[in-house]
Nanobody, 126 residues
Framework: QVQLVESGGGSVQPGGSLTLSCAAS????????VGWFRQAPGKEREGVAG????????YYADFAKGRFTISQDNAKNTVYLQMNSLTPEDTAVYYC???????????????????WGQGTQVTVSS
């Protein structure tokens, strides 16, 4: 059974940084893509970034470009989301998801993913 476990969330001041981790287990399908999503109170879940684990190709939401970086460590079956220059608008529960998602432009579409983690809270405030 596929399991995704997020970690690394927490509270940070505006302008600060956090790195989220998504540890995956239970699958060996190298065609999987992994995406990061977030959901703020009262708002819909939105895609943040995605990575195709077999090629390393990445895709970002406009708000994430230049501030967030998605990366992977295949030896650890872990995908990371490094977040810099955080603002209060980045406050949300962040989720990672996995699935056979392609083409790359669909990586920010939540309904393309099969497996989801439990989420980790990120709070940005002074």
């Amino acid at each position: 059974q596929v399991q995704l476990v997020e970690s690394g969330g927490g509270s940070v001041q505006p302008g600060g940084s956090l790195t989220l981790s998504c540890a995956a287990s239970g699958y060996t399908d190298s065609s999987m893509s992994v995406g990061w999503f977030r959901q703020a109170p009262g708002k819909e879940r939105e895609g943040v970034a995605g990575i195709a684990t077999i090629t390393g190709s990445t895709y970002y939401a406009d708000f994430a470009k230049g501030r967030f970086t998605i990366s992977q460590d295949n030896a650890k079956n872990t995908v990371y989301l490094q977040m810099n220059s955080l603002t209060p608008e980045d406050t949300a529960v962040y989720y990672c998801a996995a699935g056979e998602v392609w083409p790359i432009a669909t990586m920010l579409m939540a309904n393309e993913y099969t497996y989801w983690g439990q989420g980790t809270q990120v709070t940005v405030s002074s």
